[in-house]
């Protein structure tokens, strides 16, 4: 058990209460740089890249955006986020809360899906800068997409989606015209999506994860997140709400498992409510975290009886639940049935977001969303293990936290700023995650060791108004295809590319932009394979030139071979023999370069038999 010295005290004791380690100390010192006082602006926001080109920005889409839709929430500190909320006005504003925002994205066949709080839209990115090919106007909140084959699945959430998809809302607390779950769009035809079926859930659903059935190639399962209230039984007949100890049957503390049979998505349908949370000793369904403060320094943590995203990694058989109060590892083998085998509580940990397998399945990269996300959480006071992101490994399938990385550079007091959605770049030997920071823009931090990350780049632009806050800045980050793709909350789409640096060499760019995937859903991790390459090679060589005391004559004679392999004039004895001696090396390495010297003289064996 690790157990931070500032909080020894208090935190000691519910540790071993829960039997969880909390993450080890660290104190991360966060120092201005030019992303933490730029021009502000809508269209014309300063900018700051650091190892990064903006290659494209393209507004939102027609129909999905409104100067009057811009949301200005009223600033809040971590005391009074439990407090009531100032009455509304009597009069019902045009737009609801983030009503036009970006949300989630997935690709597809060379076309970018972006979700949106009315609904989503399709660019052609083939040729590089995102072309709209598709708008579908469909409000009900959230809109996280998944994209499989001819199917687009569209998370709802909010009391005003229809089943219709239509815009005039669903009033009142029972309506049966109500929409809240996930849909189903047949997308065959760009130029005509349609909805072929609606899953109702009792919660509605945040955000979704799809889940392939191990062995029939004809059933995908859905794992659904869902946030908010519970439906009324008179709407929907599969609901009631309450602590599980006075209603068992209770919505509240589990997923969804929805099974969809692809020659038959139409009867796509609720196959299991796993109760995830329960205690595995005495079955008590509201098993974790119960939320609240621990110490005077600690965060006020979320109570877990739902999860907020979980991240599958279908050839590990696993998945990382972000569920609140705690971060989870399910073992997913048999999908209708997930079953927790561990959980990790963390007491800086103010609502668990999402996760992020490294490509071993050995870590995950948990989020916190402390404030939401519609608040200003980077700022120079807030504490840098607060709204950040939570390192943890996984030994013998436990989860251990390790340490925490935050965005190093301040923001203002007018950007909402906290750790939020991102995904891995496939470079070998590393562990490297672009990541959203929404008007902190993104980072791309580099977790190969989990006790010292750090960062490799960044891109950031000025708030959008200078004393005010207006939400905005990246829900979503993700490599997809060689590109980073930005979902822009308020300003639509952006992709950068990544450019050489002292932190990342040209041959390991090569590595990642020559990884292309067909279909990319970021919440189902598939594994990065790769192949025996010159740059591949010299992406392991250059990470080891970077290594304090590298054999530098060793690595000179591996870059040596590269550049003959590339001239195609390799011979067998040559590489046979860099081969013994990489492994050589490798025997008395350690950590990540024993790794890196392992794949190295695996690359060069097989040169040497080719």
């Known amino acids: 058990m690790i157990v931070r010295t500032l909080l020894l005290s208090s935190v000691a004791a519910m540790s071993v209460m829960l039997g969880a380690a909390s993450a080890s100390a660290q104190t991360q010192v966060l120092v201005p740089d030019a992303r933490s006082t730029l021009s502000p602006g809508l269209r014309d926001a300063g900018q700051a890249a650091s190892n990064l080109t ?90 996280d997409l998944s994209i499989h084959g001819n199917l687009l699945f569209m998370s709802v959430e909010q009391n005003r989606g229809r089943l219709d998809c239509g815009v005039s809302g669903a009033e009142g607390d029972v309506n049966a015209e109500r929409f809240r779950g996930i849909r189903i769009f047949d997308i065959t035809d760009l130029d005509a999506p349609r ?49 599980p100890d006075a209603n068992p049957e209770t919505a509240l503390y589990s997923i969804d498992v929805i099974k969809v049979p692809l020659d038959r998505p139409q009867d796509a349908a609720i196959v299991n409510r796993p109760r995830i949370f329960a205690d595995a000793a005495t079955g008590r369904v509201a098993g974790l975290w119960q ?59 103010a609502y668990w977001h999402s996760a992020t397998f490294d490509n071993a399945g ?28 939570l390192i943890a490994t ?24 906290v750790a939020h959605n991102g995904t891995l770049i496939p470079v070998p030997g590393r562990d490297l995650m672009v990541q959203a920071w929404y008007q902190g823009g993104l980072s791309i931090v580099d977790f190969t060791d989990p006790d010292k990350a750090f960062e490799v780049a960044s891109f950031d632009r000025g708030p959008i108004e200078a004393d005010r806050m207006v939400v905005g800045g990246f829900w979503s980050t993700y490599w997809f295809n060689g590109r980073i793709y930005g979902s822009e909350i308020a300003r639509g789409v952006d992709v950068l590319r990544l450019v050489p640096s002292e932190f990342l060499s040209a041959a390991e760019i090569a590595v990642a932009e020559s990884m292309i995937s067909n279909e990319i859903n970021p919440q189902t991790q598939t594994e990065y394979k790769y ?10 060589a250059d990470q080891l030139a970077r290594t304090a005391g590298h054999d530098a004559a060793l690595t000179d004679k591996v870059q040596a071979e590269i550049v003959k392999w590339r001239a195609g004039s390799t011979d067998r004895a040559s590489s046979q023999s860099l081969s013994v001696a990489l492994t050589a090396a490798a025997d008395k390495a350690t950590g990540a370069d024993a790794n890196r010297l392992k794949a190295l003289a695996g690359i060069f064996e097989r040169l040497s038999a080719a």
């Open 54 to 143: 903006l290659e494209y920005s393209v507004a939102p889409a027609p129909g999905f955006f409104d100067p009057e839709a811009l949301f200005a929430p009223t600033p809040r500190s971590d005391d009074d986020e439990d407090a009531p909320r100032p009455p509304q006005p009597e009069v019902k504003p045009k737009f609801t809360p983030l009503a036009l925002s970006n949300s989630d994205m997935a690709m597809s066949n060379g076309r970018l899906f972006v979700g949106n709080f009315n609904g989503f839209n399709a660019y052609d990115v083939t040729q590089g800068e995102p072309k709209l090919v598709m708008s579908v106007v469909c409000p009900g909140g959230q809109g």
């Open 394 to 417: 996984i030994d013998n399938r436990q989860l251990r936290g390790r340490s925490f990385y935050k965005l190093p550079a301040p923001q203002t007091a007018a950007e909402n700023c």
């Open 291 to 349: 939320g609240g403060r621990i110490g005077v320094a600690a965060q006020n943590t979320a109570q877990t009886n739902h999860c907020h995203d979980i991240t599958v990694y279908p050839e590990r058989g696993l998945a990382a639940g972000a569920c609140s109060g705690n971060g989870i590892l399910l073992d997913i083998s048999d999908p209708q049935n997930p079953k927790r085998i561990s959980e990790l509580f963390d007491p800086d940990m």
């Open 195 to 243: 909805q072929i079926a609606a899953v109702q859930t009792c919660r509605g659903s945040h955000t979704h994860t799809q889940v392939p059935d191990p062995t029939d190639p004809n059933v995908l399962y859905l794992y659904n997140s869902a946030t908010s209230g519970v439906r009324k039984t008179d709407e929907l007949g599969i609901c009631s709400e309450g602590e």
């Open 531 to 540: 192949g025996d390459t010159p740059d591949v090679a010299a992406a392991y």
């Open 362 to 389: 050995d870590k995950v990269l948990f989020t916190d969303e402390w404030g939401g996300g519609t608040q200003a959480r980077c700022r120079a006071e807030d504490p840098s293990n607060w709204g950040a992101n």
